[in-house]
């Protein structure tokens, strides 16, 4: 048996002359030796990350300033319940954004936010829009009716008062847009049927579906109440 601690062929081989390699009694490499620790390692790590996360990009123009993106911006005249609005808009702002951010009216909500649950409907021109898919550009020159333009110096409009004598509205997140879509029907047709109420109602949900009380609601206001 050869005791001499010099290194065989084999394992000169193998790690050919690199003192950084070490091989093991099963032949297998072994990882260089390192001074790094486990708890050096994750906290230089975490470190990186830190000041990986601090630092933000920013695009820079010639001068190295920050470079700010310009929005397409459009002058719009609009009337919102009977006022006159002349303001620029940024292409991006949606028909609600205008309203509730800009105007300040924010009896249209925001629901589904992608033009299904009819909570945002205002009138356009007299026909019921879904406020949150309708950009704000599109108003121009257009006449907006909101539930806040229902009122008539403080009183609610009849159509109103017959949601509340029928308990239509339950948490009220859908009753605008439930409300508008109504007045638009009863301009169109004064004296609608069932039929005409749950068909011209179909695009407004009710998550407490409470849809019975909101038809009974709309055929009162209409003087027929024959559900």
Partial sequence: ????????PDQDERDNGDPSARVDASGKDQPPHTDLTRRDFLG???????IAKSA?????????????????KTAITVTVNGTEHRMEVEDRWTLNELLRDHIGLTGSKIGCNRGECGACTVLMDGKPVYSCSTLA????????ATVEGLEDGGDVSPLQQ????????????????????????LERNPHPTVADVREA????LCRCSNYNAIVEAV????????V
């Fill in 44 to 50: 230089g790590t975490g470190a990186a990350l830190v």
């Fill in 137 to 144: 550009v599109w108003a121009d020159g257009r006449t907006i």
């Fill in 1 to 8: 048996m050869n005791s001499s601690s010099e290194p065989g």
């Fill in 162 to 185: 017959a949601f509340m004598d029928h308990n239509a509205p339950q948490c009220g997140f859908c009753t605008s847009g439930q409300l508008m879509t109504a007045t638009s029907l």
């Fill in 56 to 72: 933000p990009l920013k695009a820079q123009d010639a001068s190295g300033e920050p470079e700010i993106a310009t929005v397409p």
């Fill in 219 to 226: 055929l009162a206001a209409a003087g027929t109440g024959d």
């Fill in 201 to 204: 109602l179909a695009g407004n």
